[in-house]
C-alpha cells in the first residue's frame, strides 16, 4: 500500500517535495514511478526511480526540474519538483512496480494521489 503526500498549492518558481511511503515491508525490490494527471488529460509519466536506486528517467518535460529519490530504511520515496510551472498541475501520483522500472504505468500499483497546483 502506497501513501502520497506533499502536495499543495504554490506559486510558479517555486518547489516542492512528495512523498510516497510505502507499507510494503521489501520496499527495496520495488521500482517506483511517479504519474500525473491534469483535469482532462490521460494520466503521463513524470519519472521513475529503479529498486536499487541506480536509475531513474524522467520525462522531457520535467528532467532539468525534476528529482526522484528513495530512502529504503524509511520505506520512502520522494519526488523533488523545482521551478515549478503552472502546466505542473495536476494529481500526482506514485506507484510501486516489482524490480525492473517502466514508463507504462498499467504495470504499476498506485496509491492515492495528491493534487499540486501551481499558481502563475
Known amino acids: 500500500q502506497l501513501e502520497d503526500s506533499g502536495g499543495g498549492l504554490v506559486q510558479a518558481g517555486a518547489s516542492l517535495r512528495l512523498s510516497c511511503a510505502a507499507s510494503?515491508?521489501?520496499?527495496?525490490?520495488?521500482?517506483i514511478g511517479w504519474f500525473r494527471q491534469a483535469p482532462g488529460k490521460e494520466r503521463e509519466f513524470v519519472g521513475f526511480i529503479g529498486w536499487r536506486a541506480i536509475n531513474t528517467n524522467f520525462a522531457d518535460s520535467v528532467k532539468d526540474r525534476f528529482t526522484i529519490s528513495r530512502d529504503n530504511d524509511k520505506n520512502t520515496a520522494y519526488l523533488q519538483m523545482n521551478r515549478l510551472k503552472p502546466e505542473d498541475t495536476a494529481i500526482y501520483y506514485c506507484a510501486a512496480k516489482y524490480y525492473r522500472p517502466s514508463r507504462d504505468p498499467g504495470e504499476y500499483d498506485w496509491g492515492q494521489g495528491t493534487q499540486v497546483t501551481v499558481s502563475s
Open positions: 510494503e515491508r521489501t520496499f527495496s525490490s520495488y521500482s
